[in-house]
């Protein structure tokens, strides 16, 4: 994972190598004014130099103060900046590739959602700090170490023991922190939709009287993060023991041996002191490791999801345009679809001539909706093929596709934003009186106009303001607004009553040369169609208009005898 | 800081956890500090003794000190681990608390509280709000107060040897801990609050894009929502990067306070040295022991930068909490009923103020009786049910459940007389089976089996490969919309209860399943009392009256 992480940070190389010349110049700068203080202080105690004697060197130590000060600062900066770049290039190419796979079918967007926000912050840490510590922690050891050496070949040789043995023991215990932090960051995103979840659910919870029982599956569900956080805590904090062990013993055996030796003579208070100044800067950049070190364990994990979203195959698009027309006939050529194994749509053959009406019913799970969303192209068939026009739909750009239909879903959603922008949606102008006759045509503008604000009444995420008729109201009007050749609509009328409906029929006629295609759930529909399609299991098993189906025995029939039925 | 001690009294019950953390943070610093001033000393010391001749060697005692030399670095180890063991431990424990503390405040104000809520932003608040708001014991609480006692313990120390140097440190420190970081907090607050609202904002708008993907693709909006996320990021990134220069400014200025103080000490020790008070040893001593001095306060910018974007999301997550619940809770118990009578009689309900919804609404429905109230969409029958199951509150007239004023009643009260079968079930992303055990925990497989029988979902549920164990998938994704409806139906089934409100339950599905579930439901509705609000015909032959709801009165249909 971390060399993949790394190709991502080319993004922003110089700015990151950057930052990590001017750590290796700070460390330069600490060993100077190490020297300089142990200097200072020798002359003080041991050779009793008044400090009026001492002038520049004290002068010269304040001027490798101010100097770190500056590379600090410019460290820092370059660093953020390099985060800033990779996160913002990733989020784009996240969010593209996204959009290139499509609507997936049942596709948890809370999850993306998050993967999208805090996935990519997550990574933060491991190019601001891990990252540049890496390279630190290798260069400014080696430079300092050979310094002792050059001082005292004793110390040299504790601090040389002790320094390997860290990362070693990070890289010992850091794999199995690792596994755990894999499992800690999939619960976390469970965490998120679960309290969606919750949260959305939390009128149905309240009508069962279980909305409290939810406050002990809540701490159920933290105090299981806890625990599998803590496991992985409790070994990844071992790195962070381990890091003071040998740095404290290294240090206070460094102190211990130059004692040992200065009480007998044989050895100057200068290199000594200079080497117990010098000792805990060795143990700063793994330290720093130390600290950053599960920063890049989340990281990765936050990476794996990352990347699988980034290298999610993308179905393949078509890339001539579609010819443009006045009108647009389709034809199903043994079309069949396959989901996980499970056969949805098999060898439909159908032409919805240009200019006509066409309703599809069928019990649901009859492979309705999927028929739709082979028709508008957001799922490949696995046999057969769709022509427009008399060109297959699997070779048109799906963007030159789109442009010459409207559709509305199951459940249409409105956009955050006024009703206007949402009426709007895509069209490249705006044509006010336009919006106006698609509102009416949609029986929208009277309610509408009831609203505080008219046009202009803001609409909160997801319509949540907006009742679902009135949803799907507006959600004809933006279709009836796009003034397109081809209509396709899914249920579009479920949550209207049927007086609504008809008066929406009857304007729906008024888009002569439309070709429509209506799935339907309720049979009102089918009675004004041109051609019924009858889909039973996955197969087309009637085609016909209402008064031929209507005369002979067959499944439309008996659904049409159900309904009178229950009319009753 | 109002906010941050109603934070702070929030955590109280975890004092023991916190408390703890704190001494031992504090123990770890202390030992860091003695263990490199006491070896400044010991090296000086060995020096001067060894310069000084036999006599001197002999005479220094050089066990005790570098015996404590080892148990200082020893010392060090050992509280470090634990401190880090056990802040970890009372954050994750606050973190359950606070969770919990919130979503038990929110549930009395919903559903009514969250109407015209972004739900996004509701994830955004509690899940990276209250996250935020559990950094606040381990970014700022332990730093700052460790900070505090350690720097008082060890300037005390140095003013035994030079009250000047000791000044100096406490200076230092503070410049260095304090000051530049308060002036960093200024700062940051601009930014580090826009962080905050951006990130939701963000998250807001990639699940509005994801969500409605199709609809945007279709009508060639989804570049402009990209390029709408994109520019909400880029301002994101500009925040990040100014609360980033500002960290940068901090950071070094802390560095140079900090080495300011090494310089310091330097020469009021040399100066004390130079007038005799100190011996030759105590000046490296203090020297190092200035060093080690400033982990104290290394945390301590990054608490303060913590703590702007904890303010904010206090203040949120306080306010959501803070609201008045739509109905005031009862005085009294639950009556018990002996009857199930409702009466309604002149009842207004108008939302915050607005135009009455229900105006002088009267209906009587006996028990055992079945009425049925059709509407066309936005005739106020969702207000209706909101009324029945205490959501929100009546202004005027009289409402009556078994003689009872429906006003004794809690909304959780009324849930237990009522069952309904609504438009909006929500489908939890979780098993068909958990799903179920919502209307009631204590069903067995047979009475789970009946439900999905009578609700005509049995053949399906059977036929999939984990049965009952399969899971929905969010919002019941992976289900057509009629399997979700009928889930909800299901639902009913398993929950009795004297009171049965069906709000569109045919809704969506289609006629052939429609009829069929009518005359599978016939059968249930014997022996309770039935309100059927719907726009649809069907079914209304089962009714033993309508109603037809219109300017918020009910008219006799038949």
Redesign the interface.
């Known amino acids: 994972m971390d060399p993949r992480l790394m190709r991502e940070g080319k993004r922003a190389r110089g700015a990151l190598y950057g930052s990590i010349g001017l750590g290796l110049l700070s460390a330069w700068v600490v060993i100077g004014q190490s020297v300089l203080l142990a200097k200072l202080v020798t002359a003080i105690s041991f050779l009793h130099q008044p400090l009026s004697r001492l002038e520049t060197p004290l002068l010269l130590l304040a001027l490798l103060f101010g100097l770190r000060a500056l590379l600090t600062y410019g460290a820092e900066r370059l660093a953020s900046r390099a985060c800033l770049t990779i996160k913002t290039g990733l989020r784009a190419a996240l969010l593209e590739r996204l959009f290139a796979r499509g609507p997936a079918e049942g596709a948890a967007s809370a999850e993306h959602a998050t993967v999208l926000l805090d996935g990519v912050e997550a990574l933060e840490p491991y190019f601001a700090r891990y990252l540049p510590q890496m390279y630190l922690c290798v260069a400014v050891p080696l430079a300092i170490l050979a310094f002792v050496f050059s001082l005292d070949w004793i110390s040299g040789l504790v601090l040389l023991v002790a320094g390997p043995l860290i990362p070693l023991f990070m890289v010992f215990v850091g794999y199995r922190a690792e596994a755990i932090n894999q499992r800690q960051w999939l619960k976390l995103l469970a965490l998120g939709t679960h309290f969606l979840d919750v949260l959305q659910g939390l009128t149905t919870l309240k009508l069962f009287g279980r909305a409290r029982d939810e406050i002990a599956i809540i701490a159920r569900i933290s105090d299981d993060y806890r625990r599998t956080t803590m496991d992985g805590l409790r070994i990844a904090f071992l790195t962070s023991a381990v890091l003071e062990f040998f740095a404290s013993l290294a240090i206070a055996l460094v102190a211990v041996l130059f004692g040992a030796r200065l009480i007998h003579g044989h050895f100057d208070f200068y290199p000594a002191f200079l080497v117990l100044l010098l000792a805990p800067e060795y143990f700063v950049p793994l330290r720093g490791l130390s600290v950053h070190y599960h920063a890049r364990m989340s990281a990765i994990a936050a990476a794996r999801q990352i990347f699988s979203l980034l290298d999610a195959p993308v179905p393949a698009r078509g890339s001539a345009a579609l010819a443009p027309a006045e009108e647009y006939e389709m034809a199903c050529e043994k079309l069949s679809f396959a989901y996980d194994g499970r056969i949805v749509l098999q060898d439909i053959t159908a032409r919805f001539p240009a200019g006509s009406t066409t309703v599809i019913v069928g019990a649901s799970g009859a492979g309705k909706t999927t028929l739709s969303r082979l028709l508008l192209g957001f799922l490949t068939p696995s046999a057969g093929r769709i022509l427009v026009n008399g060109q297959d739909l699997a070779e048109i750009d799906p963007e030159s596709w789109w442009r010459a239909l409207a559709w509305v879903p199951q459940s249409p959603r409105l956009f955050k934003g006024s009703v206007e922008d949402n009426l709007a949606l895509g069209l490249p102008a705006r044509d006010f009186a336009g919006l106006r006759n698609a509102a009416a045509r949609a029986h929208a503008y009277n309610f509408i106009q009831s609203l505080p604000g008219q046009f202009g009444a803001a609409i909160d995420e997801g319509g949540a303001n907006i009742s679902g008729g009135e949803t799907q109201r507006l959600a004809l009007a933006r279709a009836y607004a796009r003034q397109a050749k081809l209509l396709i609509l899914d249920e579009a009328t479920a949550s209207l009553d049927a007086g609504t409906e008809a008066a929406i029929l009857d304007s729906m006629e008024q888009g002569a040369g439309v070709t429509a295609i209506i799935i339907a759930h309720r049979l009102t529909l089918a009675e004004r169609a041109d051609q019924i399609l009858v889909l039973q299991e996955g197969r087309l098993v009637q085609a016909g208009t209402h008064a031929s189906l209507a005369a002979i025995p067959g499944p439309y029939r008996d659904m049409l005898r159900t309904r009178e039925a229950a009319y009753v | 800081m109002s906010d941050i001690w109603r934070l702070i009294r929030l955590t109280a019950p975890r004092k023991g956890w916190m408390l703890a953390g704190l001494g031992l943070a504090t123990l770890t610093l202390l030992?860091?500090f003695g263990?490199?001033a006491?070896?400044?000393w010991?090296?000086?010391a060995?020096?001067?003794?060894?310069?000084a001749g036999y006599a001197a060697?002999n005479a220094?005692n050089?066990f005790t000190?570098?015996a404590m030399?080892?148990f200082?670095?020893?010392l060090?180890?050992g509280s470090?681990?634990a401190e880090?063991?056990v802040t970890?431990?009372a954050t994750?424990?606050l973190?359950?608390d606070l969770?919990?503390w919130f979503?038990?405040r929110?549930?009395p104000l919903?559903?009514a509280a969250?109407?015209?809520?972004?739900?996004?932003?509701?994830?955004g608040r509690?899940?990276?709000d209250i996250d935020t708001l559990n950094l606040f014991y381990l970014r700022v609480f332990v730093p700052v107060l460790t900070a505090l006692a350690a720097a008082l313990l060890m300037a005390s120390f140095f003013a035994f040897f030079s009250v000047p140097a000791a000044l100096a440190l406490i200076l230092g420190l503070g410049l260095n801990g304090a000051l530049a970081p308060v002036l960093t907090a200024r700062l940051g607050a601009g930014p580090g609050a826009a962080i905050t609202r951006l990130?939701s904002g963000?998250?807001?708008e990639?699940?509005?894009?994801?969500?409605?993907?199709?609809?945007?693709?279709?009508?060639?909006?989804?570049p402009?929502m990209?390029a709408r996320?994109?520019a909400l990021?880029?301002e994101l990134?500009a925040a990040?990067?100014r609360l980033?220069?500002v960290?940068?400014?901090g950071?070094?200025?802390s560095?140079?306070a900090a080495?300011?103080t090494?310089?310091a000490v330097?020469?009021f020790?040399?100066?004390r040295?130079?007038a005799g008070g100190l011996g030759?040893?105590q000046?490296?001593m203090l020297?190092?022991g200035a060093?080690?001095a400033f982990e104290a306060t290394a945390p301590l910018p990054g608490a303060l930068n913590y703590l702007g974007q904890i303010k904010t999301a206090a203040r949120r997550i306080f306010a959501l909490a803070d609201q008045m619940p739509p109905i005031s809770p009862p005085a009294t118990a639950a009556p018990a009923l002996q009857r199930y009578d409702l009466e309604l009689a002149g009842v207004d309900l108008a939302y915050d103020g607005g135009r009455k919804v229900l105006d002088g609404f009267s209906l009587s429905l006996p028990q055992g009786r079945h009425v049925g109230i059709v509407g066309?969409?936005?005739s106020g029958k969702?207000t209706l049910i909101n009324l029945l199951?205490r959501?929100h509150e009546y202004q005027a007239g009289t409402a009556r459940l078994g003689g009872v004023d429906l006003r004794a009643f809690s909304?959780?009260q009324m849930?237990?007389h009522a069952t309904?079968i609504?438009?909006?079930?929500?489908?939890?992303?979780t098993s068909i089976r958990d799903n179920l055990l919502?209307?009631n925990?204590a069903a067995d497989e047979a009475a789970l089996w009946h439900a999905l029988e009578v609700a005509q979902l049995a053949d399906?549920v059977r036929g999939l490969a984990q049965g009952l164990d399969h899971l929905v998938?969010?919002?019941g994704?992976?289900l057509?919309?009629?399997?979700a409806r009928r889930i909800a139906l299901a639902?009913a089934v398993l929950?009795p209860a004297p009171l049965l409100i069906l709000d569109e339950p045919t809704?969506?599905?289609?006629?052939?399943?429609?009829?069929a579930f009518?005359a599978d439901l016939a059968p249930l509705l014997a022996g309770r009392s039935v309100l059927y609000i719907t726009?649809?015909?069907?079914?209304l032959?089962l009714m033993d009256e309508v109603y037809e709801l219109r300017d918020g009165k009910a008219v006799r249909q038949r």
């Open positions: 030992a860091n263990l490199l006491l070896s400044g010991f090296l000086a060995t020096a001067a003794a060894g310069l060697q220094f050089f000190p570098s030399v080892r200082f670095a020893t060090r180890v470090r681990y880090r063991l970890h431990e994750f424990r973190l359950a969770r919990v979503y038990t929110l549930e919903a559903p969250l109407q015209g809520q972004r739900s996004a932003d509701l994830l509690i899940v990276s990130n963000l998250r807001a990639y699940v509005e894009a994801l969500q409605g993907m199709g609809e945007l693709l279709v009508s060639g909006a989804a402009a990209q996320a994109a990021n880029e990134a990040q990067a980033g220069g960290a940068a400014l950071a070094s200025l560095g140079l080495n300011a090494l310089l330097l020469v020790g040399a100066r040295f130079e030759a040893a000046v490296p020297l190092l060093m080690a066309v969409s936005g969702s199951l959501f909304s959780a849930a237990r309904i609504s438009q909006r079930s929500h489908l939890f992303h919502l209307a925990g399906f998938g969010e919002g994704a992976s057509s919309g009629g399997q639902r929950k809704e969506g599905l289609d006629v052939e399943t429609e009829r009518l726009h649809r015909p069907a079914g032959a």
